[in-house]
């Protein structure tokens, strides 16, 4: 007996499962398998089944497309098994094994890396049968959502990172923000905020296309800067974050130095860029909001006082650090 005849055997006896009960027993079973075979092929999805009792797997066709084998391939669980995700594996083992024991179902999307190295998104559901109360074997669908996993990843992406530079956006920023103040007190927490300096002349002299690839270039300035850093983001049109956790006050200040003197460059026709650096610490009370305040007054400080240098927001008394062009 074909699997999809004894997955028909089986599902009409599970109506909640399916309207098969409700086929004509005497149709065409190699028209219908003809039928399913298509439509197999058009949606990418296949029938699998396993016993339990020795762990043997039989799948259709289209299965062994999505895992890229030849059909009849001898199939061994703990190899297949083998060519899931990390994370898939140890999902599927979990829901997997507490389907068998309440006698239920599960669905899973689980990442697979194909015996050709594809990397492909499966959609797996499966249901438990069993005799006389005891769980014989699991069967269901496998399906390639790849394009609709690709696709979410993509709108994702969008809502999340900068079209231009690839960096966090605003968005990210302030959610990865209220989450660390949220936590609890964040006294390991400090924000700085960069203000780009000359940029307004790049846009206004050289044109957009150019300012656009001056805030490319100081994306990537910025992003090797602050290597360690928890989160790197452009969070405005010529307005730069980063924040760091877990970083001592040396390690910070040695950083918001770098980071001022890797912004300072000739962009071109002796239009000078610079940045402005604000620093901010939380302190236990510390909300994502007033965080980001403290930072920005320190970010305005140095900007009104001489621009091309860092100030951190400790008092009024603080000086500046002017730095130099590091060409």
Wanted: hydrophobic residues 40%; contains cysteine.
């Amino acid at each position: 007996m074909s699997l999809l005849s004894s997955l028909m055997r089986r599902m009409r006896s599970h109506p909640e499962i399916s309207g098969v009960d409700r086929l004509d027993p005497s149709y065409d079973v190699h028209h219908l398998k003809k039928v399913f075979d298509r439509c197999s092929k058009a949606a990418r999805i296949g029938v699998w089944e396993c016993s339990l009792p020795d762990e043997r797997l039989s799948w259709t066709d289209m299965v062994y497309e999505l895992f890229d084998l030849q059909p009849g391939t001898p199939l061994v669980r703990d190899d297949i098994v083998a060519l899931y995700s990390p994370e898939a594996s140890r999902e599927l083992t979990r829901l997997r094994n507490a389907a068998i024991e309440q006698r239920g179902s599960f669905s899973l999307d689980a990442e697979i890396i194909t015996c050709k190295g594809n990397r492909r998104w499966i959609r797996i559901t499966a249901t438990v049968e069993c005799e006389n109360d005891i769980p014989v074997r699991i069967f269901g669908l496998k399906q390639d959502v790849t394009a609709e996993v690709m696709m979410l990843h993509e709108i994702r992406r969008r809502a999340d990172f900068d079209h231009l530079t690839g960096l966090p956006n605003r968005f990210r920023f302030q959610e990865r923000l209220d989450t660390l103040c949220g936590s609890g007190p964040a006294t390991n927490t400090a924000l700085l905020l960069i203000d780009l300096d000359g940029f307004k002349r790049v846009n206004d002299t050289l044109g957009h296309r150019m300012g656009d690839t001056c805030l490319v270039e100081v994306a990537r300035r910025l992003t090797g800067a602050a290597e360690h850093a928890d989160l790197v983001a452009r969070i405005g049109g010529d307005e730069f974050a980063v924040i760091y956790t877990e970083a001592s006050v040396g390690d910070v200040d040695h950083a918001a130095s770098r980071i001022a003197q890797e912004m300072q460059w000739n962009a071109r026709d002796g239009i000078v860029l610079g940045a402005s650096v604000g620093i901010a610490w939380a302190v236990p009370g510390t909300t994502s909001a007033s965080l980001y305040e403290e930072a920005d007054k320190a970010m305005y400080r140095a900007k009104t006082q001489g621009r091309a240098r860092l100030v951190p927001h400790c008092s009024a008394v603080d000086e500046p650090q002017p730095f130099t062009s590091a060409g």
